[in-house]
């Protein structure tokens, strides 16, 4: 998405598509965070290795050891599962390391719900990253989206699109408060597997509804004319 137009031949033998064409029919597809994003497949794998914990726990009479180990195997599982389909090693990488800490902590402290305090305290921390990031007009949305799209900060020259994905980014701001708020109480019961079924309900269906709230917003508060996210409107130098 990043690259260049690509010259192609279309399947009906006729002439390869100009870069004015492309372009053309770049501006008059529908945007969708979802398309850009992603989220699923990655929303889906982030929430096994907890899954597995709890079921090796409760299997394994409540020993920690076995969720833990159930919790490795099915990380390292997801990882393996990862590269094959093509994500990024560094991706993986963090995604499988998240998932050794979180063994480790729970094996330092014998508490099984420790297994969850690196979620609780890392969406602790996106909650004041996402929040900090509107108010210095660095929305992060912006920031992944541009990345996403390779416009690096061309994005940020355009003010009507700084101010829509600061708008977007107060709905992201707000799963990860409502997160904070659920994992919080049952961290501190040691509720185990309710801690579970809050991970799995708050990852993937929360991340579907944010995306496509937070989209709803940020194309709401674009003017009307506005070509889009795709397409960031420089200032007129004078």
């Known amino acids: 998405m990043a690259g260049g137009p690509q010259h192609e031949v279309p399947p009906s033998g006729g002439a390869p598509q100009r870069p004015g064409d492309a372009e053309a029919a770049d501006r008059g597809r529908p945007e969708s965070l979802a398309d850009l994003l992603g989220g699923r497949a990655g929303a889906i794998d982030a929430t096994l290795p ?15 050891w076995v969720g833990v180990g159930a919790a490795l195997v099915t990380g390292a599982g997801v990882a393996v599962w990862r590269l094959r389909r093509g994500d990024r090693p560094r991706s993986v990488l963090i995604g499988l390391l998240a ?11 014998g508490r099984a719900e420790d297994f969850f305090l690196l979620q609780l305290l890392s969406n602790a ?16 949305l912006g920031v992944v989206v541009g990345a996403a799209l390779g416009q690096r900060t061309r994005w940020r020259r355009d003010a009507a699109l700084v101010r829509a994905y600061g708008r977007g980014s107060w709905v992201w701001t707000a799963t990860y408060v409502l997160r904070v708020a659920v ?24 991340v579907a509804a944010a995306l496509a709230v937070s989209w709803l917003v940020v194309r709401r508060s674009l003017p009307a004319g506005h070509p889009g996210l795709r397409h960031p409107v420089e200032p007129v130098e004078r």
């Open 50 to 64: 907890p899954v597995a914990f709890a079921v090796g726990w409760l299997l394994g009479g409540e020993s920690i």
């Open 99 to 109: 998932v050794c800490v979180a063994a480790l902590i729970a094996l330092r402290t």
């Open 125 to 140: 921390a996106s909650t004041l990253a996402w929040a900090v990031s509107i108010l210095l007009r660095w929305p992060l």
């Open 183 to 206: 994992f919080v109480p049952l961290y501190l019961g040691g509720q185990v597997v309710a801690l579970v079924a809050a991970r799995v309900a708050l990852t993937w269906p929360l």
